[in-house]
């Protein structure tokens, strides 16, 4: 029962370009979403958030969009960076819970 | 500084031990939590508790068992070690009850546990 999926386990992106990360739910309950970065042999450490009341949210070189109708939020990160490159996990969590569901997370590579 | 620390960094262990993984945060925060990644690289939540009281408890094995001496630190004592336990295991924090709407989660750096 994954309720919170990332379909692409990894990406290539090259060095300038933007890297779209993306993310779908199935549980309508969810009202908060966040991204975490990982590097290897790390926690994964926070990097941005969006309440389900916004559609977006931005935060220097990273904007993370919210459709609710389709479920679906994605991370836009502009310019890519090769220090960018990490595993990007997508999680989500609801009011009266008190836990957050983490996705399998996505890999991106930043070529230089 | 380390804001979540985990000890051991790895873990070998032959089937059927019983051994325990430490962790400490000097956040200053008062929940803490554990979780689990697995071979398929999902994070799932095992235990979370609130000044030392337990506030979630998946469905986990009982051979797993937190323990909480004061509010910065958290351990794990897993007995009777399986193949399947075998996966990295993270430490968090938080400030509040969970509810990351106004804090996040802070996380340690994972410990690898080999069984065996």
């Known amino acids: 029962d994954q309720q919170v999926k990332q379909n692409s386990p990894s990406l290539s992106v090259q060095e300038g370009r933007i890297s779209i990360l993306n993310c779908d739910y199935t549980?309508?309950?969810?009202?908060?979403f966040l991204w975490y970065k990982k590097y290897p042999a790390e926690g994964p450490t926070f990097l941005i958030s969006?309440?389900?009341?916004?559609d977006k949210n931005e935060d220097g070189r990273f904007t993370v969009f919210l459709n609710k109708s389709a479920k679906h939020l994605s991370l836009h990160i502009v310019p890519s960076q090769p220090g960018d490159s990490a595993v990007y996990f997508c999680?989500?969590?609801?009011?009266?819970?008190?836990?957050?569901?983490f996705g399998p997370g996505t890999s991106l590579s930043v070529i230089p | 500084d380390t804001a979540v620390s985990q000890t051991p960094k790895y873990l070998v262990t032959q089937m059927g031990n019983d051994k325990s993984i430490k962790c400490e945060q000097n956040?200053?925060?008062?929940?803490m939590y554990w979780y689990k990644q697995d071979s398929k690289k999902f994070l799932k939540i095992m235990f979370s508790y609130n000044n030392k009281e337990l506030i979630i408890n998946e469905t986990v094995p009982n051979r797993f068992s937190p323990k909480s001496p004061d509010k910065a630190h958290l351990n794990l004592h897993i007995n009777s070690l399986e193949l399947g336990d075998s996966a990295v295991y993270f430490c968090a924090s938080s400030s509040n009850l969970g509810r990351v709407r106004s804090d996040t989660q802070y996380f340690g750096p994972g410990t690898r546990l080999t069984v065996l």
């Open positions: 999680a989500a969590s609801v009011a009266s819970y008190d836990k957050v569901i």
């Open positions: 549980n309508s309950m969810f009202d908060y």
């Open positions: 956040l200053g925060h008062d929940t």
């Open positions: 969006i309440s389900s009341i916004k």
